[in-house]
């Protein structure tokens, strides 16, 4: 049975990327680390991890079933995650529609074998990995992404990194 490595994702347009640029960059001031390249930004909305090939065709199906309100997330927090090492930007509140968006994909994934993960959802944004300890605290700017699709990413280590490739994206439903 071939697996591939899955998540269900919030992933920024080249234009919303573009926008979010110099932003990040000016929070990225306190970290050391290996910086996340533009191309993987992106918000995980459910982990999948290892998931059979063959039941990906039934994961598309069942997440054509789930709607995407839009919503703004407001990125408002430079954080140190210390177990994987991470930057990250992260949001002191989740919205409604972003938490409904959540518990509707989970159901979903469950409904094709997935077991959700046994903690609270925190929406971020990974900017660096292997980063040094550092003190978080709130952004002298906010991040703002406006939201209104999602994907489903593949992501694919390799000599050079882990890339994440989008199979499946789109608004309202992902088919």
């Known amino acids: ?19 979010l640029r110099d932003p990040i960059k000016a929070a990225l001031a306190p970290v050391e680390g290996q910086f996340v390249e533009r191309a993987n930004w ?3 909305l ?11 065709p039934a994961l598309g199906e069942a997440a054509a079933g789930v709607p995407v309100e839009p919503f703004r997330l407001r990125f408002d927090r430079l954080e140190f995650w210390a177990r994987p090492r991470i930057a990250c930007l992260a949001a002191s509140a989740v ?20 077991r959700p993960e046994d903690r609270p959802y925190r929406p971020h944004l990974t900017v660096a990995r292997r980063a040094r300890p550092f003190t978080a605290g709130p952004l002298a700017q906010p991040v ?26 789109g608004r309202t439903p992902i088919t």
């Open 144 to 169: 703002t992404l406006d939201c209104d699709g999602l994907a489903l990413v593949e992501y694919v280590s390799g000599p050079g990194g882990v890339r994440y490739l989008p199979l499946k994206q």
């Open 42 to 44: 992106h918000v995980t």
């Open 95 to 114: 919205p409604a529609e972003l938490g409904a968006l959540v518990d509707a994909l989970e159901t979903a994934a469950a409904g094709c074998g997935h």
């Open 46 to 56: 459910v982990f999948l991890g290892a998931f059979p090939e063959e039941r990906i």
């Open 1 to 19: 049975m071939s697996e591939r490595r899955l998540f269900f994702a919030l992933w920024p347009d080249h234009r919303q990327r573009e926008s």
